[in-house]
């Protein structure tokens, strides 16, 4: 299918060919869903909403729950206030959330919908919230939907009743899967730190069989919880693109100290978090992490002279991508292109991505590419301009692993194809051996793919 | 199943059955009030009561999506062309090779070509972006036709697709057609619609539309409304050409430029998926006076009545002979294995929603053919005329309902007992989670369903979910590991 990538790079300014990326609306939907008893709404066609509930469909294998306030022309032209009022009312009489989570669309926003305003003139019944996030598409990406959800739930619900602070950690995950929230939530519990994550998708989006369809299964960061997230003694924010904005404004609103950490994937970014809170909150670390540490050390000793000198391309969301290069360098893997869709310079910063990774690899002894608000088909074009060992990346990658008939590892957002990888961290100490696990096992299993009989080894 | 039913799929209708009134309405008790008009109980209201193919209730939990997305599956198998999204990443990111439409030659159909508005193109208007993006693709991929998709955004800021699609064609020397998809114009079937405005615009000789009577090759059909998946427009053309049809060309599955221009040449258009293509169809007749026949060949039953249909049409009796000996030759290869499967499935009950009401009448008799009854039924799209089909062939109590939303769905399921539900991506975990079996009839699917093979792989898919190992745990304990704890779970 991409036989027609051609190997010479031209600049090209009409768009995007094989996003690496998607839109906002879907990262809202998906941060919303990690609150309990919250009903997502995308205000807008109805399209939007059925592609996001779908593709969030395929990636985790659950049902996915939302409304819409199904936009036809004549909401387009006069507005859709009459549209959200109406959803407002319906949604809090049908399905009884105890919140609803509204996003804007591209189109909402063109239109210039004023959501606080008709927020604010709907009848939302005793008890019950409505809040709202602004995420045009036309913005940034679904890492930017997904940071911007999470301010919108800071904005609505974080309150600093309390003179002191209480000892307990504000845990903003970022675009993760609900295996990587659980491991998180492990790691800060085997430390004894009281913790509130919000959004949690865990319990949400890997909930278990039980013969019933919950609407809202048990899962989901408690509103109560996110409210008193503004009495915490600190935040810690995981991924500079998903997480930072939402700590910083829950730090200017509720006076709660902001750090913002890479996402803990690899041995060295679940260091810096254990010891973030260690030197907040307790004394000493647990013989039991220790003891998990000493396992990860233990794997890549075992296994590193399958990885040395290897070269990798790396692609997905940018918080994963600084996790994950600094995970493959100690690996003694070489990241040599590491691109993301998501554009660097719409939040806060700019264009730290590539500086960060770039640094990184300057640090290691290595040069590579690296792009923000890049797209497959230059990636594509990288890898044929210099052939790589392994490509690490979403579903999407399969293409460009079949084109150049390259090893692939699949990791991020979305993975369409496959199932189970939802539920198991790559976060953490163990994430990190699952990791191991995974890349070693992809190279090798191309190695005895490729082996000649008599070259075929036993043990390797 | 003995073999004297073989007669049943010899192209009789079989399915004729008188309606028995029974005064069982639908109780109102978690539905919306304004949804109750959209669903009905067979037996329990006239046929014609049925309320469809009206706007979704704002705030509700809809499984229909919108115009692009409509226009977008009907165009995406034109293998050859350049299909570019104009609009924000989102549209083109969830469309991305989402289609299980099979090619026999170019790829290019499965790339996502999007020219990624920004919100300075919102402002100051995407036109030039746009123009850019065309002239880079068309210099990279060499084609000769471009789709140039609207969306929501775009038709609200109001560029002007025809005029840049006009100029990039004169500067190309190609064909590059706007499709007017903006997502809130309308619902999926409005970008049916537009897609076969496109696909009108494409085929259109040079000089304008005429009827096209002399040198048309006599027994030459369009195939419409077959969009290849897994095939399935191959295994179809294969028995057409045993009967003695050519197909001139399939819109859209496996096509491409060259063929689709040749499609005023054929005598006739058969037609599946009539959700998509009836427009076509009716415009293509008063365009080049080409006659339509509704076919289709889903199921053993359909599949035998629409070979004989179309050698009806033609009215050569050695066609018939050959059309016959096909159907005879081919249910009796399947027969054993069908009843292999009747037998274990017989008795079962299964609960279909799905797109347009056309497959939803055929799954209705593809599960009959396998002993399997079906007890609620609904679509996004079908228009009035099939809910009555739908009404007729149901038995007494089946739920029947338009637009459904997942609590309706779930309700249902429970209620009438489903042990399988047939559906799209987003029913899928839905089903799952109320331990009833799934299978995907929808366009991103890689086993064809169509004819007699399709019978089979029909007859397969539901027999290995419904017959799973997995429901053991999943139905009885609930996934827990103490049975009695769930012991409320309604029996299956």
């Given at each position: 299918m991409l036989d027609c990538t051609p190997k010479e790079i031209i600049k090209r300014s009409g768009g995007m060919i094989n996003p690496a990326k998607t839109c906002q609306p879907i990262g809202a939907m998906y941060a919303a869903l990690g609150i309990h008893n919250c009903l997502p709404h995308s205000h807008g066609s109805q399209g939007c909403c059925a592609y996001h509930r779908s593709h969030l469909t395929r990636h985790f294998r659950e049902p996915v729950m939302a409304t819409s306030s199904s936009f036809t022309e004549g909401a387009s032209v006069f507005g859709g206030g009459g549209n959200l009022k109406t959803a407002i009312k319906n949604v809090f009489s049908i399905y009884n959330p105890d919140v609803m989570a509204v996003h804007t669309t591209c189109l909402s926003e063109t239109i210039g919908d004023d959501l606080p305003s008709i927020i604010k003139g709907a009848e939302v019944p005793e008890g019950k919230l409505v809040i709202h996030a602004s995420t045009p598409s036309y913005q940034?990406?679904?890492?930017?939907?997904?940071?911007?959800?999470?301010?919108?739930?800071?904005?609505?619900?974080?309150?600093?009743?309390?003179?002191?602070?209480?000892?307990?950690?504000?845990?903003?995950?970022?675009?993760?899967?609900?295996?990587?929230?659980?491991?998180?939530?492990?790691?800060?519990?085997?430390?004894?730190?009281?913790?509130?994550?919000?959004?949690?998708?865990?319990?949400?989006?890997?909930?278990?069989?039980?013969?019933?369809?919950?609407?809202?299964?048990?899962?989901?960061?408690?509103?109560?919880?996110?409210?008193?997230?503004?009495?915490s003694k600190l935040t810690i924010a995981l991924g500079y693109y998903a997480s930072s904005d939402s700590a910083h404004l829950l730090e200017r609103n509720c006076q709660v100290p902001a750090i913002t950490l890479k996402t803990p994937i690899g041995i060295k970014a679940t260091d810096d978090f254990l010891m973030t809170l260690r030197s907040k909150f307790v004394q000493e670390i647990p013989n039991q992490l220790?003891?998990?540490?000493?396992?990860?050390?233990?794997?890549?000793?075992?296994?590193?002279?399958?990885?040395?000198?290897?070269?990798?391309?790396?692609?997905?969301?940018?918080?994963?991508?600084?996790?994950?290069?600094?995970?493959?360098?100690?690996?003694?893997?070489?990241?040599?292109?590491?691109?993301?869709?998501?554009?660097?310079?719409?939040?806060?910063?700019?264009?730290?991505?590539?500086?960060?990774?770039?640094?990184?690899?300057a640090a290691a002894g290595h040069e590579g590419r690296v792009k923000a608000a890049g797209d497959l088909f230059e990636l594509h074009q990288w890898i044929k301009n210099e052939p790589v060992d392994l490509l690490m990346g979403n579903t999407y990658g399969k293409y460009i692993a079949r084109a150049e008939d390259l090893p692939f590892v699949r990791v991020g957002f979305p993975i369409l194809d496959r199932g189970v990888h939802s539920y198991l961290p790559i976060v953490g100490y163990r994430g990190a051996m699952r990791l191991v696990e995974m890349i070693s096992d992809t190279l090798l299993d191309r190695q005895d793919r490729d082996a000649a009989d008599e070259d075929l080894e036993l043990v390797m | 199943m003995?073999?004297?039913?073989?007669?049943?799929?010899?192209?009789?209708?079989?399915?004729?059955?008188?309606?028995?009134?029974?005064?069982?309405?639908?109780?109102?008790?978690?539905?919306?009030?304004?949804?109750?008009?959209?669903?009905?109980?067979?037996?329990?209201?006239?046929?014609?009561?049925?309320?469809?193919?009206?706007?979704?209730?704002?705030?509700?939990?809809?499984?229909?999506?919108?115009?692009?997305?409509?226009?977008?599956?009907?165009?995406?198998?034109?293998?050859?062309?350049?299909?570019?999204?104009?609009?924000?990443?989102?549209?083109?990111?969830?469309?991305?090779?989402?289609?299980?439409?099979?090619?026999?030659?170019?790829?290019?159909?499965?790339?996502?070509?999007?020219?990624?508005?920004?919100?300075?193109?919102?402002?100051?208007?995407?036109?030039?972006?746009?123009?850019?993006?065309?002239?880079?693709?068309?210099?990279?991929?060499?084609?000769?036709?471009?789709?140039?998709?609207?969306?929501?955004?775009?038709?609200?800021?109001?560029?002007d697709l025809e005029a840049v699609c006009k100029t990039a064609a004169h500067k190309h020397g190609i064909q590059v057609l706007p499709v007017q998809s903006s997502g809130f114009i309308g619902n999926k079937s409005a970008g049916y619609r537009a897609a076969c405005d496109a696909l009108l615009r494409l085929i259109e000789p040079p000089g304008g539309a005429r009827p096209i009577n002399s040198r048309r090759p006599v027994k030459s059909v369009n195939y419409l409304g077959d969009f290849n998946l897994a095939g399935e427009a191959w295994i179809i053309k294969d028995y057409l050409k045993r009967i003695g049809v050519e197909v001139n060309v399939v819109f859209t599955g496996d096509s491409n430029y060259r063929d689709l221009k040749k499609a005023p040449e054929a005598s006739l258009n058969i037609m599946q998926c009539a959700g998509s293509m009836s427009y076509m169809a009716r415009r293509m007749e008063e365009l080049y006076s080409i006659p339509s026949l509704q076919i289709s060949f889903l199921g053993l039953e359909d599949t035998a009545a629409s070979l004989c249909k179309i050698a009806d049409f033609f009215g050569e009796p050695e066609m018939m002979r050959r059309a016959k000996e096909l159907i005879k030759e081919e249910t009796i290869a399947v027969q054993p294995e069908m009843e292999r499967y009747h037998e274990k499935l017989a008795g079962k009950k299964a609960a279909i929603y799905v797109g347009g009401g056309f497959k939803a009448i055929s799954l209705i008799k593809q599960f009959r053919e396998i002993g399997i009854n079906v007890v609620m039924v609904g679509t996004q799209t079908g228009q009035e005329e099939e809910y009555q089909t739908l009404h007729d062939i149901s038995d007494d109590g089946t739920v029947i309902l338009d637009d459904a939303n997942p609590s309706e769905l779930e309700r249902f399921m429970t209620e009438k007992g489903a042990h399988l539900l047939v559906g799209g991506v987003k029913e899928r975990p839905l089903a799952y989670k109320l331990g009833v079996a799934f299978i995907d009839h929808n366009h991103d699917r890689k086993h064809p369903l169509s004819g007699y093979v399709g019978a089979v792989n029909f007859a397969r898919e539901v027999y290995s979910t419904v017959c799973s190992p997995v429901w053991k745990y999943a139905r009885e304990t609930g996934g827990g590991l103490y049975a009695a704890e769930n012991s409320e779970l309604p029996e299956r």
């Open positions: 940034g990406s679904h890492i930017t939907g997904f940071s911007n959800m999470v301010k919108g739930m800071v904005t609505y619900l974080a309150k600093a009743t309390r003179d002191e602070k209480k000892e307990q950690v504000n845990i903003i995950p970022g675009f993760v899967n609900p295996g990587d929230m659980r491991e998180i939530k492990r790691l800060a519990g085997e430390l004894g730190v009281r913790l509130i994550m919000f959004p949690d998708t865990s319990g949400v989006l890997d909930s278990p069989m039980t013969g019933k369809f919950n609407m809202f299964p048990v899962g989901g960061a408690k509103v109560e919880d996110i409210r008193d997230s503004g009495n220790e003891e998990e540490r000493g396992q990860l050390v233990d794997v890549i000793t075992d296994n590193h002279h399958h990885f040395y000198g290897k070269k990798v391309a790396l692609f997905g969301d940018p918080d994963i991508l600084t996790g994950l290069t600094e995970f493959i360098l100690s690996l003694g893997m070489q990241p040599v292109h590491v691109l993301t869709g998501t554009p660097a310079g719409t939040l806060t910063g700019s264009g730290i991505f590539e500086k960060e990774i770039k640094e990184m690899l | 003995q073999l004297m039913k073989i007669s049943n799929w010899l192209c009789e209708d079989f399915f004729r059955r008188d309606v028995i009134n029974v005064s069982t309405a639908v109780p109102n008790d978690n539905l919306i009030m304004e949804r109750q008009s959209s669903i009905q109980v067979k037996g329990g209201q006239r046929k014609n009561q049925l309320k469809c193919d009206v706007e979704s209730i704002a705030g509700c939990v809809s499984q229909r999506a919108c115009v692009y997305c409509g226009a977008r599956v009907v165009l995406n198998p034109v293998t050859d062309a350049i299909h570019l999204v104009h609009g924000p990443i989102g549209c083109a990111s969830y469309t991305w090779d989402i289609r299980g439409s099979l090619s026999s030659g170019s790829e290019l159909y499965r790339n996502s070509f999007c020219t990624d508005l920004k919100e300075n193109d919102i402002i100051f208007g995407g036109e030039k972006k746009l123009a850019r993006a065309i002239d880079e693709l068309v210099e990279k991929y060499e084609s000769e036709l471009v789709f140039v998709y609207s969306t929501c955004v775009v038709g609200v800021i109001g560029d």
